[in-house]
């Protein structure tokens, strides 16, 4: 009796802990899926203009106005969304931190920072 | 010479403008929507017809980027005012508003053409910082306390920050051809 008791709760516990490891591996894997994120782009300014994001998340931008935008790389033009018109959008993953403008509206500007 | 000549022009251009605004405010019987409708047009259409000069004679690239991009956004106000006056089935009505905004586009335009080719492009960029920020005084003081159809009233305050948008970018290449002498 007691041996096979004690196999028993051998197996509990091994079964507990995986169940467990199983649970918790779940539970972190939804926090680190990519999150989405939306800027509305009203009355000529980037809304939120400060965003701060976790690496991989994904940046969407909707036009709320009924002039033409874009979101562009402000320091090398490494990256650009052509102009987009109202209700339109566009997105981008974002892998490290980033200042944007409107290239043809430069003094609308934004950035997004990767929480550390 | 010829700089500060174009100067005293734009001087006398933007105080007469903020002069005659006030007064207009001030003296004439209020306006009524279908004239705001029609100040809001030609107002927009001039800085387009200001824009069209300086794609013709300017050089900079900067500063044509700029009058293009006038002539597509003060487009695109002026197809929402279009539609909006089409929904509600108002016609704009000419007024003495627009008729010296008109007046005083003439004057411009013909300074505007006879500016030599290395002047025109501060002379142009000085009158838009002027003109904007004489719209945006107008918009704000006279078109918007008065218009009472609640959604033309919204889309003249949604054109504001476009308008100061401008202005910003405007100063901004001022500032840029100013240090370039
Ligand atoms: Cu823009």
């Known amino acids: 009796?007691?041996?096979?008791?004690?196999?028993?709760?051998?197996?509990?516990?091994?079964?507990?802990?995986?169940?467990?490891?199983w649970g918790f591996g779940l539970k972190e894997n939804t926090t680190q899926e990519p999150q989405v994120h939306t800027v509305e782009i009203i009355k000529m300014k980037f809304v939120p203009q400060n965003l701060i994001v976790k690496k991989g998340d994904?940046?969407?931008w909707i036009n709320k106005d009924f002039i033409l935008h874009d979101v562009t790389d402000e320091k090398n033009d490494k990256w650009t969304s052509k102009p987009f018109g109202k209700n339109e959008s566009w997105s981008k993953v974002i892998t490290q931190d980033e200042a944007y403008f409107c290239s043809l509206h430069k003094v609308m500007k934004g950035t997004i920072k990767i929480e550390s | 010479m010829k700089n500060y000549a174009n100067h005293i022009k734009v001087f006398g251009f933007l105080s007469l403008l903020l002069l005659v605004i006030p007064l207009q405010a001030q003296e004439s019987p209020k306006l009524t929507d279908p004239?705001?409708?029609?100040?809001?047009?030609?107002?927009n259409q001039i800085d387009i017809d200001f824009a069209k000069i300086a794609l013709q004679k300017s050089k900079n690239?900067?500063?044509?980027?700029?009058?293009?991009?006038?002539?597509?956004?003060?487009?695109?106000?002026?197809?929402?005012?279009?539609?909006?006056?089409?929904?509600?089935?108002?016609?704009?009505?000419?007024?003495?508003?627009?008729?010296?905004?008109?007046?005083?586009?003439?004057?411009?335009?013909v300074n505007l053409e006879k500016a030599k080719k290395n002047d025109f492009d501060k002379y142009y960029v000085d009158n838009e910082v002027a003109y904007h920020k004489q719209v945006i005084g107008a918009v704000n003081d006279l078109l918007i306390p008065e218009t009472k159809n609640q959604e033309l009233k919204e889309l003249l305050?949604?054109?504001?920050?476009?308008?100061?948008?401008?202005?910003?970018?405007?100063?901004?290449?001022?500032?840029?051809?100013t240090s370039k002498k």
């Open chain 1, 1 to 21: 009796m007691k041996p096979f008791l004690k196999h028993y709760h051998f197996q509990t516990v091994i079964l507990v802990s995986i169940i467990l490891l």
């Open chain 2, 157 to 177: 305050e949604t054109v504001v920050p476009a308008l100061e948008t401008h202005l910003g970018h405007a100063q901004m290449l001022q500032n840029k051809l």
């Open chain 2, 61 to 109: 690239k900067e500063v044509q980027d700029f009058a293009n991009r006038m002539i597509e956004d003060h487009t695109a106000v002026i197809e929402q005012a279009v539609a909006l006056v089409t929904k509600l089935k108002v016609t704009p009505i000419d007024n003495a508003v627009s008729q010296s905004l008109l007046k005083q586009a003439e004057d411009t335009k």
């Open chain 2, 35 to 43: 004239e705001i409708a029609s100040v809001a047009v030609v107002a």
């Open chain 1, 58 to 60: 994904k940046v969407i």
